[in-house]
């Protein structure tokens, strides 16, 4: 009994001995991952959440050209509400945003069912679809800009060739220049579209498609029916990050409209940045960072939010 109770013991002094290494190698990892991550943990805490709070408080003072802490509560923001550049800004994004997204989703979704046929040359195609990604949006509003001129693209090409009365003036009409905005944008966007329903697509099991076409399911029924709702996580991301972009827009508006004819193509990123360093208006060009701001944490809390749960009831 005794040689039992010491063997006993003894092994639990081994295992007891063999975990100890163990956790504290896991400890030393755990530290140096923080020691390695604190930097980028630093820098964000300071230059996302720590420049996002310092907007708010501005926003809530009567700073111009240089901050200023008085406080005034909300004036900025019924000051904001009450400019009508502010409420065409917000209509121009509700078209471009609705636009933009649609048309990129539904292009983008018709492209990587094309590809997803296995056709010849398939590679060559999706780099020709995907090409628009690797340029900037300030280089492609600069070459729709070219192209939409009146004087030297689309207009000028038409008449030359003998259509004499043919007229494509958008980018200086005031009530079409947003229209535009969403031209490029889907032009450079909807390859990217293409890409993340593409590889959604190559990921549907097989044996579910067999399953449906032994069921007398046409190509048409297969994909309404079954392939597209299997993709709604596929169609949330692309989503989310199409709003985050239009949301977003900047550079696309300055090089292609500049937010003209007058401000009719403006965008509330655009109308943040022009009173913020052309109008010394900084205590209001915070207020509107702060919508553009809370807009984006509109669509991306609820999306992280699902996808955490998701993670959660995959893991269980």
């Given at each position: 009994?005794?040689?039992?109770?010491?063997?006993?013991?003894?092994?639990?002094?081994?295992?007891?001995?063999?975990?100890?290494?163990?956790?504290?190698?896991?400890?030393?990892?755990?530290?140096?991952s923080l020691i390695v991550l604190s930097p980028s943990l630093?820098?964000?805490?300071?230059?996302?959440?720590?420049?996002?709070?310092?907007?708010?408080?501005?926003?809530?003072?009567?700073?111009k050209l240089a901050p200023k802490y008085d406080f005034v509560g909300l004036d900025q923001y019924f000051a904001l509400w009450s400019m009508d550049r502010w409420h065409v800004a917000?209509?121009?994004?509700?078209?471009?945003a609705g636009l933009f997204i649609s048309l990129s989703v539904g292009l983008g979704l018709l492209l990587?069912?094309?590809?997803?046929?296995?056709?010849?040359?398939?590679?060559?195609?999706?780099?020709?679809?995907?090409?628009?990604?690797?340029?900037?949006?300030?280089?492609?509003?600069?070459?729709?800009k070219w192209i939409l001129n009146p004087g030297l693209g689309i207009?000028?090409?038409?008449?030359?060739?003998?259509?004499?009365?043919?007229?494509?003036?958008?980018?200086?009409?005031?009530?079409?220049?947003?229209?535009?905005?969403?031209?490029?944008?889907v032009w450079q966007s909807s390859g990217f579209a293409m890409a993340i329903f593409l590889a959604g697509l190559r990921g549907v099991d097989q044996e579910i498609?067999?399953?449906?076409?032994?069921?007398?399911?046409?190509?048409?029924?297969?994909?309404?029916?079954?392939?597209?709702?299997?993709?709604?996580?596929?169609?949330?991301?692309?989503l989310v990050i199409l709003t985050y972009q239009a949301v977003r827009s900047f550079d696309l508006v300055v090089s292609l409209t500049g937010g003209g004819p007058g401000f009719s193509s403006d965008l509330p990123a655009t109308f943040m940045y022009q009173?913020?360093?052309?109008?010394?208006?900084?205590?209001?060009?915070?207020?509107?960072?702060?919508m553009i701001f809370m807009t984006i944490a509109a669509v991306m809390?609820?999306?992280?939010?699902?996808?955490?749960?998701r993670e959660a009831r995959n893991e269980r």
């Open positions: 009994m005794a040689g039992i109770l010491t063997g006993l013991y003894s092994g639990a002094e081994v295992a007891r001995t063999e975990r100890l290494p163990s956790r504290w190698r896991l400890g030393v990892a755990r530290l140096m630093l820098i964000l805490s300071v230059f996302v959440y720590g420049f996002a709070i310092w907007s708010f408080v501005i926003s809530m003072t009567s700073s917000v209509s121009n994004l509700v078209i471009f990587a069912i094309f590809l997803d046929q296995r056709i010849r040359a398939e590679n060559v195609i999706r780099s020709i679809y995907l090409y628009p990604m690797a340029i900037s949006f300030i280089v492609t509003g600069t070459a729709w207009e000028k090409l038409v008449r030359d060739l003998g259509w004499t009365s043919f007229s494509f003036d958008w980018v200086v009409n005031p009530n079409m220049s947003v229209y535009t905005l969403v031209i490029a944008a498609i067999k399953a449906a076409r032994i069921d007398g399911a046409g190509p048409w029924l297969i994909y309404r029916a079954v392939v597209i709702p299997i993709l709604r996580p596929v169609f949330l991301t692309v009173f913020a360093f052309s109008r010394n208006r900084m205590a209001l060009a915070a207020a509107s960072a702060m809390v609820p999306y992280i939010y699902s996808e955490l749960r």
